[in-house]
């Protein structure tokens, strides 16, 4: 959906998928990043997965990435995977590689 949505306007545009991740073709490539940042959404969500705690996280970038920036990148994770009943949404993803 938002993917197509930077696709329709040609060069593409700033979308904002919340209050704190957004995706702008001028910043990192158009890949998700925390407002005002190059902090990418995937370091977070990578971090996340290693088991790192929230604490870890805001101390990695201080004062750049806030307890309610790493709950929207849950909130926007778990979209992008689940209906609104806790069903898959689509077809499972290839899982990315971090590397």
Known sequence: MWVEQMKESGKGQ?????RFVV???????????????RIM????LAMLERGE????????????????AIAE????A?????DNRG???KGPAEPASVG
């Open 23 to 37: 995706a702008d073709p001028g910043i990192c490539h158009g890949k998700l990043t925390y407002r005002g940042t």
């Open 53 to 68: 705690s929230w604490d870890y996280i805001r101390e990695a970038w201080p004062g750049q990435i806030t307890d309610e």
């Open 14 to 18: 700033r979308i904002e998928l919340g």
């Open 73 to 76: 990148t849950l909130r926007l």
């Open 41 to 44: 959404v995937w370091q977070v």
């Open 87 to 89: 069903r898959l949404a």
């Open 78 to 82: 778990r979209a992008s995977l689940l």
